[in-house]
């Protein structure tokens, strides 16, 4: 008899954007007429750059000639790759991350659900609230939690982002083992400061806590002093795997790179309370599970670090955080309470007269005919919140913020 994998009955509803895809492919096939501007999911609108296109061709070039044909590649990703982004992402911002810590994944979605499977199912975990969704679910999924009861998972430490904290998760008192922490925060559009992260830091230290931090959107920070990386904090070597992608900073959402940083200063403990380290855990669970990205992908990803490739990047991020700043100037404008959006392409906007997150979707999508998230998809301390994505392209950005201002 085949038994399923019972933990995966816990799961509530349905990930949360295959619902809002249900949701909005329904209200399609109704009114085929309308025209959806799409501000909900997280992906892009703006084609790859053209240094990474061109080297992307190369790359296919390559393998349809013998002499440069490539099978498979280096599990932990081609050295060409980890070496430009060691020194570009870090060395060159005074941060001492070797070639040898980075691993090269298809995103770091995957990864943030993955580095679960070195750590025993007896860690507690502790996530902020609200939150991307994949740390729950990927907890839940691993069999370290209970059942679901009001919003939370038995097992989990919650850890709530609200006005009163400046969104910013206080210590939890009930002490973690793995605390997952984002910043530029996604959904919120948040950050946290040097000193902030350096708190962080020493609870982990103190408490011999490993922090997961995904740090997918820090080429979106404008603001001077904000940290990119958890690795800017003295002693976070020693406690926190930083993980990043390609996704949002350079288009890679249909093209699939990322990268997770696993320090060789990182250690964890066995039930005798001996220790060892944990890059050769994330080494041996890629190299069994996993068969590394495809070589023209880590080719079109290498040119992002080219002067060519950094200065057309950086042109998309710009685009992308001048559709945050029109949204958050017509939101306000139209009343709401609006966050983030400054260095984060994530506008999060309190709802009026106390209207539930998945009303204002319904609200929003029937007779605005524009699709964003409810911010109690993020978890319970996300009611009464909705997010919108600054990827849509600047026409549709513009029609939508009218049509959302023209709201009863």
């Known amino acids: 008899m085949a038994k399923i994998n019972e933990n995966y009955l816990k799961l509530q509803a349905g990930y949360l954007f295959p619902e809002i895809g249900r949701r909005v492919s329904e209200f399609i096939a109704a009114n085929p007429d309308k025209k959806v501007i799409k501000m909900g999911i997280g992906d892009v609108t703006q084609p790859l750059v053209p240094s990474v296109v061109k080297a992307f061709h190369e790359g296919v070039d390559e393998m349809a000639k013998a002499e440069t044909f490539k099978g498979y590649g280096p599990e932990q990703g081609y050295a060409f790759l980890r070496e430009a ?50 740390y729950a679910d990927t907890t839940v999924m691993a069999g370290k939690t209970g059942g679901y009861d009001s919003g939370h998972y038995e097992g989990i430490i919650y850890m709530p982002c609200t006005i009163e904290n400046n969104f910013i998760p206080r210590l939890p008192e009930e002490t973690p083992d793995l605390i997952f922490l984002c910043y530029p925060n996604n959904p919120m559009g948040t950050v946290a400061t040097k000193e902030e992260l350096k708190k962080w830091v020493d609870y982990a230290a103190k408490n011999k806590s490993i922090i997961l931090y995904d ?71 890629q190299s069994t599970k996993f068969n590394g990205v495809s070589y023209p992908v880590q080719k079109a990803a290498a040119a992002v670090y080219t002067e060519q490739g950094k200065k057309e990047v950086a042109e998309i991020i710009a685009y992308y955080l001048e559709n945050a700043r029109i949204m958050k100037e017509s939101l306000t404008e139209a009343g709401y309470e609006v966050f983030g959006g400054v260095n984060a392409p994530y506008i999060w906007v309190k709802t009026k007269n106390g209207m539930s997150s998945w009303d204002f979707f319904d609200k929003v ?6 699709v964003g998230t409810p911010g109690s998809g993020f978890g319970p301390a996300g009611e009464g919140y909705f997010r919108f994505s600054a990827f849509a392209d600047r026409e549709n950005t513009i029609e939508a913020m009218e049509r959302i201002k023209n709201l009863k």
């Not at 996704?247 to 200063?265: L, N």
């Open 215 to 285: 740090a997918a959107y820090e080429a979106f920070i404008t603001e001077e002093g904000i940290p990119h990386s958890i690795y800017e904090i003295d002693g976070a070597k020693e406690v926190a795997i930083e993980f990043r992608s390609f996704s949002k900073t350079a288009g890679f959402t249909g093209t699939r790179c990322a990268f997770t940083v696993v320090p060789s200063e990182l250690k964890a403990f066995d039930s005798e309370g001996k220790t060892h380290p944990v890059k050769p855990l994330w080494n041996r669970r």
């Open 85 to 134: 982004i060691a020194k570009n992402a870090y060395q060159e911002n005074g941060i001492d991350i070797s070639a040898d810590d980075i691993f090269i994944s298809d995103g770091s979605k995957c990864d943030t659900g993955n580095i679960q499977e070195i750590f025993g199912n007896d860690n507690k975990i502790a996530i902020c609230d609200p939150v991307y969704p994949v």
């Open 365 to 370: 999508l029937n007779e605005a005919n524009v």
